[in-house]
């Protein structure tokens, strides 16, 4: 997924612009729209941030991320309304909307191996056209896809993944955009700050710059746009460096 033109710049608040609420962040978004979101099971997806494209109601999303979530968390609630008509996902087990509509032919699923997937996003991010993976290889995965032999292996050539768009969810951030996540949160989220050109950070505890431990950050701001503050969670990583 890719587009030729980057979404409007919006006008932030803070010494660096990028601080924004969630409404305000909806001006990048469209029906149409292609995004990354970060997520594993829908634990590290943006809570506001999906609320916010519920209000909107923004129609015929295509989205790339580990799952579909559940019905009532994550990417899920905007499949459960209708609001996603492609979705690129390792599994939709966790939501039964999703398995219905795609059987009904409402949502456009494409089905990638979990790992195989984290390195196609990897891959964007990282500037690569894609990678070779002998996972999938002799069986139906392998049908159309481009076979490369490797000192004698055989190897499926997977496109590299990036969208216009991506939106993650930090633990902590400071106003440059630097990020900390928290737990499996860490899973997807920093592949998909790389991997989208446009990236919206739901950030839970946002600190000034400089008040982050530089040897904890997950995420440098150099791939952060924008940030949106999020609520706080009661034991979460301690902001100050130490």
Known sequence: ????????????????????????????????????????????????????????????????????????????????????????????????????????????VTFVPQGTLAERIRAGGAGLGGILTDVGEGTEVEEGK?????????????????????????????????LVYRGTARNFNPIVAMAADVVVAEVRTLVPAGELDPDRIHTPGAFVDYIVPGSPVPGGIPAPKT
């Open 1 to 108: 997924m890719t587009a030729p033109t980057r979404p409007p710049r919006l006008a932030g608040e803070g010494r660096y612009g990028k601080v924004v609420d969630a409404a305000a962040a909806m001006a990048l978004f469209h029906d149409g729209a292609a995004m990354l979101f970060g997520g594993f099971g829908s634990i590290g997806t943006p809570p506001l941030l999906i609320d916010a494209l519920l209000e909107r109601g923004v129609r015929r999303l295509r989205i790339v991320g580990n799952d579909a979530g559940y019905p009532s968390h994550g990417v899920g609630r905007l499949i459960r309304a209708g609001q996603v008509e492609q979705a690129i996902v390792s599994h939709i087990g966790s939501n039964p909307i999703a398995i219905q509509q795609m059987n009904d032919g409402l949502l456009d």
């Open 146 to 178: 481009q076979v490369v032999e490797v000192d004698g292996r055989r190897y499926l050539l997977e496109p590299a993944l990036r969208a216009p768009l991506g939106i993650v969810l930090a633990d902590v951030g400071d106003e440059y955009g630097n």
